[in-house]
């Protein structure tokens, strides 16, 4: 009776651990996030952040030759909100832990399909979406490991794992970025209500301030739309400038004069003085 009461306390013990022994501790390799929006695209990384404490790192630490979670804890996980290229190569979207195998002259990056793994310890090389080879470089020394994002650009962004005195780049790129947001505004336009006058204005502000001039025709096309539906200063103006950098600066003028004058006839009054400033500009031949 007595061993049956005991293995009865033993087993509630268990259980009340169980349910109540989930301790949030921290880690002594952090967690980290960062992203970033390239065009149309989100890119973003979570992962652990050893220190090195005084060790040596590569070699050492992180041998040579050998898959590594390329972090701490958990397997650092990489996610694409769209189909992107990494160093050229297709990466479809999705989640992915990322691994590397690091050499003196040469690492291997790793995008495994198996995104949510303890470290690389059953990392299966079978279930790899992508593969790539990239040189490391030079850098100044960094106690902490981090992923930053470099060389930001309208379609692309530089991935660099740092940590020590290494730094290992990967160039991910999202594409014709332009080209699907044309087709999405193109879609918008025949889908449109017939009081959304914010939609063609919008579209065509856009095509004006990437400065794409080969839209430049289509873009007029859109602001009239604006215009037709509820005329304004802002659709006006742009108008009148879409027609300026077309090389019709006097069919600009008359457009923007005619903005200027329900600019301040509103309620509240628009700021005016910027195409005002234009107006004289164009007038002077500039």
Known sequence: MKKTFYLVGILTLLFVSNAFGQLNLPRESQRAEVSQTVGDTRISLVYHRPNTKARKVWGELVPFGKVWRSGANEATVFEISRDVTVNGKPLPAGKYSLHTIPNKDEWTIIFNKTWNQWGSFNYDEKQDALRITVKPEKTDFQETLSYNFENVTANAAQVAIVWEKVKVPFTVNVGDVSGRALTDIREAMKNLKADDFRTPSQAANWVLAMKMP??????????????????????LSTKARLLAESGRKQDAIVVAEKAIQIGKAATPPANTADLEKLVSEWKAGK
């Open 214 to 235: 080969a839209y430049y025709g289509e873009a007029l096309g859109w602001i009239d739309t604006s215009i037709k539906i509820r005329e304004n200063f802002g659709n």
